[in-house]
């Protein structure tokens, strides 16, 4: 961790909505009044995402919890798959929505770019320290607290030194 912020001090790391009944709250066509876009987990790959036409019903008086739109409203943001044995995560320059299944990762330290953190976010190495030292409930149903999430290490590093992670992206 020498030479390293933590990503929670590079940018907000929000879970998605909390539903309280995904049955009732998504559909796959806008039927609800107040009808948004919504990725879920199982929608995200690495580097991509699957728009399957799901719809999830903002209302905010029958959202349980975290209906902060302006997170989804982001130009650009990293959505992260909150369970599973690897760090799976993609940028979203379509402002989904997102259930509870995705973190949406939003840069607020201009100094590090979307497609950098992205590119450690997928790598192998941010698999390995995820596996030993931040995996919750790794036996039964591996997931990410949101904690150990904001204290990924980021190297501190200058934009010109991101480039050549950034083009592979």
């Not at 008086?61 to 982001?74: G, T």
Request: charged share 25%; aromatic share 12%; net charge positive.
């Amino acid at each position: 961790k020498v030479g390293a912020l933590e990503l929670g001090k590079i940018a907000l790391n929000y879970i998605g909505i909390m539903t309280g009944g995904q049955k009732k709250m998504i559909a796959n066509s806008p039927v609800f009044k107040n009808s948004k876009p919504v990725l879920g987990g199982k929608d995200i790959a690495k580097w991509t995402y699957f728009d399957r036409g799901n719809f999830v019903n903002f209302d905010k008086s029958k959202i349980h919890s975290n209906d902060n739109e302006e997170v989804y409203l982001s130009e650009k943001k990293i959505l992260l798959r909150k369970t599973g044995r690897e760090l799976v995560a993609c940028i979203d320059k379509n402002k989904f929505f997102t259930i509870q299944s995705l973190y949406n990762i939003v840069v607020k330290d201009r100094e590090y770019t979307e497609e950098f953190l992205l590119a450690l976010l997928n790598s192998r190495l941010f698999t390995y320290i995820y596996n030993k030292f931040f995996i919750t409930n790794p036996e039964v149903f591996p997931y990410i607290k949101r904690g150990h999430l904001d204290q990924l290490p980021i190297k501190i590093i200058q934009l010109a030194q991101q480039k050549p992670l950034i083009q592979l992206v």
